[in-house]
């Protein structure tokens, strides 16, 4: 086979691998679970093999830029051998591999043209569509067989009532959402009304999205795509649209925080979490019986615990092994029985990477960040910095690289739009 022709074949399986990754993310039920996670393995042989076949493979290896982007998540691999619990580390190792097989993947392959650029966001765009009018439908038959339709049950219609009928969590589900409510706006801010019909249907999908991510209603990735949606206007230069847009999400997060949830309203939350931080008795209602832990109240405890265990620990962290060992006891050192008996995480990326992996580790993926948004800015790649401070802000109160379904969309995306970002050279 010529080189012409290898290369054309290695451009088209890419372009299906592409494909194959954005359709199975928002899917986990049976018949398609772990298509991802055989994908990305089964391309990541096909990467290492081109090291042998490409001739400017040793150069690329030796780029300062590609070891920023595996740095972070090779540390975590690091942070296994001075873990004395090697066993517990290899669920967040499965995380980190999967992470570090984007870039392999990329830089041998290089990144992708404008037209596999539009065919993979359509994939991903229309398999989102399609996953949740599956999650609405089910929901539908589980409320008609309560009482026949006869009343609307938010319970079965919002957050998990929705996402749960095909096994993923609502916020994974909820920022998938919003990242391609802002693609398709960031497609009518660059195309404008120029081809009417594309533009009617870039309208219809993203309502289908909005009435969708509404009644998610997953108020922190709500908050923080609002702020991307309104920093779009003005990294654009649409200063009139951005003011208005200020203005609309006054009012409808107002309504939205306010109103739309089946727990305690936002107001008595915050009454509930931060009147008397320092009095919050961490050790009341274990069980949570009466309702008394919230989102945001359990997210102080945990960040409490979180700070306690990288004040002892600040440079290197426990380890990828010995961190959740080590979070459930400070959880307890604080009284806090309801987070020890459900064994959550940091519920904060940026806590969990300098909890498990210490203060290196925050270093090294804010230089990955860095570099992203370097060559965002230089070349005016406006989905890689959509993309870049949309995933940071979701990282506030989630995370999301500590399970399979967040790891594939941040290492997958974030190497996508970097890779095929215009001047981003590897050789």
């Given at each position: 086979m010529s080189d012409q022709k290898y290369f054309l074949v290695l451009q088209r399986a890419r372009l299906v691998f592409g494909v194959l990754i954005v359709i199975s993310l928002p899917f986990t039920v049976s018949w398609f679970y772990n298509l991802s996670s055989y994908t990305i393995w089964g391309f990541g042989i096909a990467s290492m093999a081109m090291i042998a076949l490409d001739p400017w493979s040793i150069k690329k290896l030796l780029s300062?830029?590609?070891?920023?982007?595996?740095?972070?998540?090779?540390?975590?691999?690091?942070?296994?051998?001075?873990?004395?619990?090697?066993?517990?580390?290899?669920?967040?190792?499965?995380?980190?591999?999967?992470?570090?097989?984007?870039?392999?993947?990329?830089?041998?392959?290089?990144?992708?043209?404008?037209?596999?650029?539009?065919?993979?966001?359509?994939?991903?765009?229309?398999?989102?569509?399609?996953?949740?009018?599956?999650?609405?439908?089910?929901?539908?038959?589980?409320?008609?067989?309560?009482?026949?339709?006869?009343?609307?049950?938010?319970?079965?219609?919002?957050?998990?009532?929705?996402?749960?009928?095909?096994?993923?969590?609502?916020?994974?589900?909820?920022?998938?959402?919003?990242?391609?409510?802002?693609?398709?706006?960031?497609?009518?801010?660059?195309?404008?009304?120029?081809?009417?019909?594309?533009?009617?249907?870039?309208?219809?999908?993203?309502?289908?999205?909005?009435?969708?991510?509404?009644?998610?209603?997953?108020?922190?990735?709500?908050?923080?795509?609002?702020?991307?949606?309104?920093?779009?206007?003005?990294?654009?230069?649409?200063?009139?649209?951005?003011?208005?847009?200020?203005?609309?999400?006054?009012?409808?997060?107002?309504?939205?925080?306010?109103?739309?949830?089946?727990?305690?309203?936002?107001?008595?939350?915050?009454?509930?979490?931060?009147?008397?931080?320092?009095q919050q008795d961490w050790s009341a209602d274990p069980e949570n019986a009466e309702g008394y832990w919230n989102s945001l109240n359990m997210r102080a405890g945990l960040w409490t615990a979180a700070i306690k265990g990288i004040a002892r620990r600040p440079i290197f962290g426990p380890g990828t092994g010995d961190s959740d060992r080590l979070f459930q006891e400070e959880k307890r050192e604080i009284g806090f029985e309801f987070g020890v008996r459900e064994e959550f995480n940091e519920h904060n990326q940026f806590l969990g990477f300098w909890h498990h992996n210490g203060l290196i580790a925050i270093i090294l993926f804010a230089l990955m960040i860095a570099l992203g948004l370097k060559q965002g800015f230089a070349s005016r790649d406006y989905p890689l910095l959509i993309f870049i401070f949309y995933v940071l802000g979701c990282f506030i109160t989630e995370n999301y690289l500590e399970a399979q379904k967040g790891a594939i969309f941040f290492g997958f995306f974030f190497s996508f739009f970097l890779f095929s970002s215009q001047g981003f050279q590897t050789k």
């Amino acid at each position: 086979m010529s080189d012409q022709k290898y290369f054309l074949v290695l451009q088209r399986a890419r372009l299906v691998f592409g494909v194959l990754i954005v359709i199975s993310l928002p899917f986990t039920v049976s018949w398609f679970y772990n298509l991802s996670s055989y994908t990305i393995w089964g391309f990541g042989i096909a990467s290492m093999a081109m090291i042998a076949l490409d001739p400017w493979s040793i150069k690329k290896l030796l780029s300062l830029r590609f070891w920023i982007l595996v740095f972070p998540f090779l540390w975590a691999l690091i942070g296994m051998s001075y873990s004395t619990e090697q066993a517990a580390g290899w669920y967040y190792i499965e995380k980190q591999l999967s992470l570090l097989i984007f870039p392999f993947f990329f830089l041998f392959g290089g990144g992708f043209s404008k037209k596999d650029l539009r065919v993979i966001l359509k994939a991903f765009i229309l398999s989102l569509l399609l996953c949740l009018f599956v999650a609405l439908a089910l929901s539908a038959m589980q409320n008609y067989e309560l009482d026949g339709l006869k009343y609307f049950h938010v319970i079965f219609y919002t957050y998990s009532g929705l996402s749960g009928n095909i096994g993923i969590s609502a916020v994974y589900l909820a920022m998938y959402v919003g990242f391609a409510l802002l693609l398709l706006m960031n497609e009518l801010l660059e195309n404008g009304f120029s081809i009417w019909q594309r533009s009617i249907v870039t309208l219809v999908v993203s309502g289908l999205l909005m009435f969708f991510f509404v009644l998610l209603a997953v108020k922190m990735v709500f908050a923080v795509w609002s702020l991307c949606f309104i920093a779009l206007f003005f990294i654009r230069g649409r200063w009139g649209v951005g003011l208005a847009a200020i203005a609309s999400f006054a009012v409808i997060g107002f309504l939205f925080f306010s109103s739309i949830s089946q727990y305690r309203p936002i107001k008595e939350r915050f009454a509930l979490s931060f009147d008397s931080f320092r009095q919050q008795d961490w050790s009341a209602d274990p069980e949570n019986a009466e309702g008394y832990w919230n989102s945001l109240n359990m997210r102080a405890g945990l960040w409490t615990a979180a700070i306690k265990g990288i004040a002892r620990r600040p440079i290197f962290g426990p380890g990828t092994g010995d961190s959740d060992r080590l979070f459930q006891e400070e959880k307890r050192e604080i009284g806090f029985e309801f987070g020890v008996r459900e064994e959550f995480n940091e519920h904060n990326q940026f806590l969990g990477f300098w909890h498990h992996n210490g203060l290196i580790a925050i270093i090294l993926f804010a230089l990955m960040i860095a570099l992203g948004l370097k060559q965002g800015f230089a070349s005016r790649d406006y989905p890689l910095l959509i993309f870049i401070f949309y995933v940071l802000g979701c990282f506030i109160t989630e995370n999301y690289l500590e399970a399979q379904k967040g790891a594939i969309f941040f290492g997958f995306f974030f190497s996508f739009f970097l890779f095929s970002s215009q001047g981003f050279q590897t050789k």
